[in-house]
Antibody, heavy 119, light 108 residues
Framework: EVQLLESGGGLVQPGGSLRLSCAAS????????MNWVRQAPGKGLEWVSV????????NYADSVKGRITISRDNSKNTLYLHMNSLRVEDTAVYYC????????????WGQGTLVTVSS | EIVLTQSPGTLSLSPGERATLSCRAS???????LAWYQQKPGQAPRLLIY???SRATGIPDRFSGSGSGTDFTLTISRLEPEDFAVYYC?????????FGQGTKVEIK
């Protein structure tokens, strides 16, 4: 059974930094691209970033480019999201998600971790 | 960037009724790259439909997807109590993903 377990969320001041983690199990982690998708309170889903199975290719939404870095450690079956220069508008539940390529289908989601940016 | 527009924003229906949800793309999308998700309050989204019309594992056959080009539809043939939720369409292309703003299916 595929399991994705996020951690690392919390309260941070504007301009601060945070690192989210996602522990994966139940599938061959290194064979799959992984996404981060976020959801602001009461709002819809917003794609944030993707990383290839090897970690050699990444992409970011324009809203986070230059402030957020996605990475993975395939030896630990763990996905990361390094978040810097955080803004109030980054407040959201952050989901890690397993991606099926080439279709881009997101076939499994974690339960999410809440990031609150506030002074 | 392709924009997905879902309509209506809210659909008020009774259990047993048919629900028809629309997703319109700002430019043509290959059916291969179009998916639908269901999200209930306090839960993560769940994959319902991929490739515009294929049901994901474990999804009941009352859920069906159709469409091509710029117009896609999710149909729930007879609403069950557990189907009242928010539904999102999503497309993939050029290593980025976009989601529609969602349609809430609520009990009338």
């Amino acid at each position: 059974e595929v399991q994705l377990l996020e951690s690392g969320g919390g309260l941070v001041q504007p301009g601060g930094s945070l690192r989210l983690s996602c522990a994966a199990s139940g599938f061959t982690f290194s064979s799959y691209a992984m996404n981060w998708v976020r959801q602001a309170p009461g709002k819809g889903l917003e794609w944030v970033s993707v990383i290839s199975g090897s970690g050699g290719s990444t992409n970011y939404a324009d809203s986070v480019k230059g402030r957020i870095t996605i990475s993975r450690d395939n030896s630990k079956n763990t996905l990361y999201l390094h978040m810097n220069s955080l803004r109030v508008e980054d407040t959201a539940v952050y989901y890690c998600a397993k991606v099926e390529l080439p279709t881009g289908t997101i076939d499994h989601w974690g339960q999410g971790t809440l990031v609150t940016v506030s002074s | 960037e392709i924009v997905l527009t879902q309509s209506p924003g809210t659909l008020s229906l009774s259990p047993g009724e048919r629900a028809t949800l629309s997703c319109r793309a700002s430019q043509s999308v290959s059916s291969t790259f179009l998916a639908w998700y269901q999200q209930k309050p306090g839960q993560a989204p769940r994959l319902l439909i991929y490739g515009a019309s294929s049901r994901a594992t474990g999804i009941p056959d009352r859920f069906s997807g159709s469409g091509s080009g710029t117009d896609f539809t999710l149909t729930i043939s007879r609403l069950e109590p557990e189907d009242f939720a928010v539904y999102y369409c999503q497309q993939y292309g050029n290593s980025l993903w976009t989601f529609g703003q969602g349609t809430k299916v609520e009990i009338k």
